[in-house]
């Protein structure tokens, strides 16, 4: 599948989210992984594919880089360049979820010794140190995603 099939897809299926209030940000241009992965499932329903998506929400970075290692890629809520989240005063949670204004999601897709290799929209393919996205990870809420083969 294509890549910017299955974007556009998930879009829809996002903004159908945003619509239905499973926690996709209405106006913000964000969802939390419960809207991402209803998107996708939804995309992969309607293909009668064997793929699920999963919402790894509070899994340890240790089991994300397991998972990574064996080569399948970890959508990871972030933010952009990396930076420490920033908080603002009127709202830092929503539905239990972290609120930050440089909120962001990238995919993890690789670990080349000290380096996380990420694929972020807005700079392409990149290299964060390792520890870093590990601690920033735990300061974005732990949020993640992916799409594997149903078991």
């Known amino acids: 599948m294509g ?26 241009g964000s969802a939390m992984p419960p809207a991402v992965v209803a998107a996708a499932e ?9 793929l ?15 998972m990574v290692k064996r080569g399948l890629p970890v959508m990871v809520w972030s933010t952009i360049d990396a930076e420490t989240p920033v908080y603002t005063s009127l709202r830092t949670e929503v539905e239990g ?6 909120f962001h999601c990238v995919v993890l897709y690789g ?10 929209p807005l700079e392409g393919l990149v290299r964060r140190d390792l520890a870093w996205f ?3 990870h735990r300061a974005c809420g732990l949020m993640a995603a992916s799409i594997d083969v149903a078991s």
């Open 52 to 66: 699920v998506a999963t919402d790894l929400t509070g899994t340890s970075f240790t089991k994300i880089k397991g």
């Open 134 to 136: 590990t601690i920033l």
């Open 111 to 120: 670990i080349d010794g000290n380096d996380a290799l990420v694929s972020d």
């Open 42 to 50: 939804r995309y992969l329903a309607e293909r009668s594919s064997k």
């Open 3 to 28: 890549a910017a099939v299955l974007s556009t897809a998930a879009l829809v299926g996002i903004q159908e989210a945003f619509a239905q209030g499973s926690l996709g940000i209405a106006g913000s």
């Open 97 to 102: 979820y972290p609120w930050y204004r440089n």
